[in-house]
């Protein structure tokens, strides 16, 4: 029995750390104890001790080992795959984009660039092929004084109803005019009404190298419901990473951009343009739906889904 214990001691000895090592060296002292018939009650105790101290040492040995173990990495999620159409943009700082569409206005666009000009800030604005043929100047313009051009179609069609060469012609004219104006093509495009389907949207990716933009604020202003209805949806609405949707076509949006640009800035938004505020993307850490909303320290994190173009009112974008 001494013998045994006496290996046993030994081979936690070998194990042990220095921690629990002069523990398990008074067990052994305890277990290697002649045995002496007339003392059998104190070896009794003995052998209880030794066992408590055999069995502290193999605990604190375990507590060793895990604090200093380093500690095996996470599951790390798999790379998503590059995403190519954008609502929003999960951003670090209170970053938003504000975009203008359907122009170029021969009137309106130029008040609203003045606007911007005076507030240092810079959009994005998708035009119109049509339009922006009529007037490159105003484009070019735009694009002189920073802000950025996107392809809004020729012709603003559904393109989720037309063939692929149909959609190639309609992105590819307006490309060549933006091109003609500003001297560079596009890389962001944003289908009319937000209608393209998921396997227009890959295609036209590869194709033309565009990023696919949509929106998550809409005030709605086509409707005109009034230049402080505009600001007031588009003000409580957006959230840091927002991309803004509006119509520089609509003389009550021109006049909205007044105030809402003043909010905005009070509220502490930083304007930049959509590939801007693209190159920002953070990655959105999927997180246990428990603690979702409370670990989210953006607001943009915890958005609702954006709305589908499906249902989207028609006439927006
Ligand atoms: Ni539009």
Redo the contacts with the bound molecule.
Sequence with gaps: MTANRRRAGSTLIHNATNVDRHFLQVAEWIASAKYNPSCSMLLSLRCLFASMLLMFAVVARAQTDSATTSTPDAPKASPAAPRISFNYVHVDGSYIALTF??GPDKKLTPQLLDLLTEHHIKATF?V?GQNAAEYPDIVARAAREGHEIGN??WS?PNLAKLSDESVRRQLRQTDDVIKQATGKRPILM?P??GNLSPRQKQWVHDEFGYQIVLWDVDPLDWKRPGPSVVCNRIVRETRPGSIVLS?DIHPGTIVAMHDTLNQLEAKGFKFVTVSELIAMAKPETPAPATVRSQASPSPAAAKPPPKTAAALPT???
């Design positions: 569409d359907d998708f119109i809004h179609s603003h944003r009319p009404y119509h006439p927006a974008g």
